[in-house]
């Protein structure tokens, strides 16, 4: 047996550690997690049904152990951080200049320009259900039952959410845009090309 040999048996064995079988295991792992939030992609519904389970779920936990009140007021903080970026323009009008690219439309005569999210909905989903999942992971954890006088944290986040949204909603007031599809007029391209057909006929 030559030394070329040996140095290869021994690259072999060492090419199959632990480590490696690890990350290999940990990307396919990945690759299938991603592949199954590609297959919920289309169902909305079941996605924000299967939400508002884990939501209740974790409130129903909290209710009876009657703590993680800290752990209660972090996910809201990161759940109006969520919201802001659910209901922004994915180029502030403010910032944008005008020579940069396209901006929302700020008066009626101006081109429509669909609304783009700053956080798309399947993002904003996926990642108000992991926050969910990892605060009631904490409920099993004595270390993150913080003692706090609970109604001064829901009254400092009911006085923030306030001043979010209401500083939120003069910012669509004034740019003239709603971040939801349901209730505008759609664009109906069957009427518009018989419309043009009948245009065209002598």
Not at 39 to 56: E, M
Not at 58 to 69: A, D, E, I, K, S
Not at 116 to 134: D, M
């Amino acid at each position: 047996m030559d030394i070329n040999s040996v140095g290869a048996t021994t690259g072999d064995a060492s090419s199959s550690t632990p480590t490696t079988g690890f990350t290999q295991l940990t990307a396919s792992a990945s690759q299938s997690f991603q592949h199954f939030l590609d297959k919920t992609t289309p169902h909305l519904l079941y996605r924000w049904i299967a939400f508002v389970f884990i939501a209740v779920l974790y409130v129903v936990r909290v209710y009876l152990l009657q703590g993680f009140y800290v752990v209660s007021y972090g996910l809201g903080i990161y759940i109006l951080n969520l919201l802001i970026g659910f209901l922004s323009p994915q180029v502030d009008p403010e910032v944008q200049d005008l020579s940069d690219g396209p901006t929302l439309p700020t008066r009626e005569t101006d081109e429509f320009r669909p609304f783009v999210r700053r956080l798309p909905e399947l993002k904003f989903w996926y990642s108000i259900t992991k926050a969910f999942c990892i605060a009631f992971a904490l409920t099993f954890f004595s270390a993150f039952d913080v003692p706090v006088f609970w109604p001064i944290l829901l009254f400092y986040w009911i006085v923030l959410f306030t001043l979010t949204m209401r500083r939120q909603i003069r910012h669509m007031i004034k740019y003239k845009y709603v971040p939801f599809s349901f209730g505008k007029q759609r664009y109906d391209v069957k009427k518009a090309v018989s419309s043009e057909s009948e245009d065209l006929l002598p």
